[in-house]
Nanobody
């Protein structure tokens, strides 16, 4: 069982930056690929970024490529999402997710953290 707790959300002006953190419980954190998803009001949840269990491979949605960076610290069971050059359309609840390495579906979700970007 993996529990995920996000933090770091808040209100920021367009062009600003935020860093989201996700703290994971459990001794097998390094067995999981980790990701970030987001859901804006009235929209479906969408993929934002993913990082492999080792941190050696990352993937980003086209909408955030070049602005967001995902990273992880397996020693501390932490995943980060550094968000730069934020836009109003980045406003959403951001969710941390865990998927067994090499798996297809997300097994665990965090409760989400709100990010609001004002214009």
């Amino acid at each position: 069982q993996v529990q995920l707790v996000e933090s770091g959300g808040g209100l920021v002006q367009a062009g600003g930056s935020l860093r989201l953190s996700c703290a994971a419980s459990g001794p097998t954190f390094s067995n999981y690929d980790m990701g970030w998803f987001r859901q804006a009001p009235g929209k479906e949840r969408e993929f934002v970024a993913r990082i492999s269990w080792s941190g050696g491979s990352t993937r980003y949605a086209d909408s955030v490529k070049g602005r967001f960076t995902i990273s992880r610290d397996n020693g501390e069971n932490l995943v980060f999402l550094k968000m730069n050059s934020l836009k109003p359309e980045d406003t959403a609840v951001y969710y941390c997710a865990a998927r067994p390495s090499g798996g297809i579906e997300v097994n665990y979700w965090g409760q989400g953290t709100q990010v609001t970007v004002s214009s």
